[in-house]
């Protein structure tokens, strides 16, 4: 059976020093990542188990178990690669990154004011979550949302695009209990690049129904 797998790093641990800083960056890939990618896999070998035993009825926690861990193991795979040392500012005006930029305008007002939006809906998030860019490919037209956890106040089929974590231990040893700072900070290390192809790709892939 096919299984999940920890992505390395697109960088060094020190690379998106001084915004977010070494240590924390291997906790979080190497430790927080990786029990994501375990619980993933340990929880379909339980859910293969149960279903061959024919004894489903603790189904219902079972899936509530897999969507936390591999919604956990999506979002930080595509949190790694939306950052760059090189990376900050705004999407280019022109290629994948104009085309990008555009749909901002066209959906979210400007950058200006989606860059508002994302930081609100990111530092505003109650407990543990995220704030995410994502494609909603039915109405064809990007969204801000908001995630609790790893899950729930999401369009259903929603391709995210650019991820912003706002779990503690994405910040707590460098920004203590100010979540605002460091969503604030994550402006400068956005790997415009990387969120432009996902958008690029999203896009192409059409409607859902």
Do not use: C
């Not at 070494?22 to 993933?40: F, R, S, T, W």
């Not at 949190?79 to 555009?102: F, Q, V």
């Not at 064809?140 to 991820?163: F, K, M, S, T, W």
């Not at 700072?181 to 400068?188: E, H, P, R, S």
């Amino acid at each position: 059976m096919m299984t999940y797998t920890l992505p390395e790093l697109p960088y060094d641990y020190a690379a998106l020093e001084p915004v977010i800083s070494g240590q924390i960056i291997e906790l979080h890939h190497d430790k927080h990542h990786a029990a994501y990618v375990k619980g993933a896999n340990d929880t379909l070998e339980q859910i293969a188990e149960a279903r061959d035993k024919d004894q489903l009825g603790g189904i219902v926690g079972l899936e509530r178990t897999l969507a936390f861990h591999l919604a956990g193991h999506v979002l930080h795979s595509i949190y790694w690669t939306n950052m760059s040392g090189d990376g900050g500012g705004e999407p280019g005006k022109d290629g994948a990154e104009g085309e990008l930029r555009e749909a901002i305008e066209e959906h979210l007002g400007g950058f200006d004011k989606f860059k508002n939006q994302l930081t609100k809906a990111t530092a505003t998030t109650q407990g543990s979550g995220w704030g995410v860019l994502a494609w909603e490919p039915l109405g064809q037209r990007l969204i801000v949302e908001q995630v609790y956890d790893h899950q729930g106040n999401i369009g259903q089929g929603a391709v995210p695009l650019l991820v912003f974590d706002a779990w503690e231990h994405a910040f707590y040893l460098q920004y203590k209990n100010v979540k605002p700072d460091f969503v604030d900070a994550m402006w400068k290390i956005v790997n415009w690049q990387d969120v432009a192809a996902r958008f690029g790709k999203a896009k192409a892939a059409g409607a859902l129904i």
